[in-house]
């Protein structure tokens, strides 16, 4: 294994800096490229088709044009839609991002869950498989609010995002008739733990929320245990979308190591 062969971490947009974060702590010396889809997104909108042949077609060509030495997948939507085709098409190992029901379910005390994900995260079968695996005899709320993506991404170019406009994401959530007994919220988009103040100003202290982050970058510590890592040139940052919107960006992406900026 080469050295300075990179861990490509794979997104729509800036959520997957979530997943980086947790990482860095683990690995500091990996070489890291973070991909992100900016001309795909946002993904939650799309059908199942689009986003499969958006994300099989995409890690396809990255992975030829920069040999990881691992990819992984840190978007709830694309991950639950297109990681076993993904698995399928390219040898190198792929870590998903798999909504984090079952640390959920042992932390309740209510009983009941929230799921908030994108439309097309929370429609998935992999949520159905989830929760009856892990989560039987507990009530599951599921929410899928694709307008937190923006969101997200409006607060990492640094602009002030209103706690009336996220409010505004959750009705699905805070309507439901169990709402009021909610004491522990997934996080299964990787955009939301972006929002974790302001939808915790939102929702309350009595809601503990849960994401994957640390599970994924445990994840990807096992599966390269014992390789060498060298960084040979700065960490990228690359879109699929215009430069001038990545430069927006650029503060945020330079926080999480990334200090090269460049377009796929
Ligand atoms: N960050 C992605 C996820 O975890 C989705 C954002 C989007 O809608 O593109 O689901």
Redesign the pocket.
Known sequence: MDATSPLLLF???V??LTVLGELRKLLPDAPVIYAADIAG?????KTEAEVAARVCGLLGRMAERWHPRLICIA????STIALAMVRDVLEVPIVG?VPAIKPAAAMTRTGVIGVL??EA?VRQSYIDRLEADFAAGKTLIRHGA?GL?ALAETKLRGEAVATEDVLAELGGLLNHPAAGQLDTLVLA???FPLLAPELSAVLGPQVTFVDGSEGIARRIAALTLGQSFSRATPDRAVTTGPMEDWQQVSGALGSYGLHALETF
Do not use: F, R
């Open positions: 997104d729509s947009g959520g997957g997104l946002p993904y939650g909108t978007c709830n939507t694309a991002t994900g994108t995260t694709n993506v988009c990787t955009h």
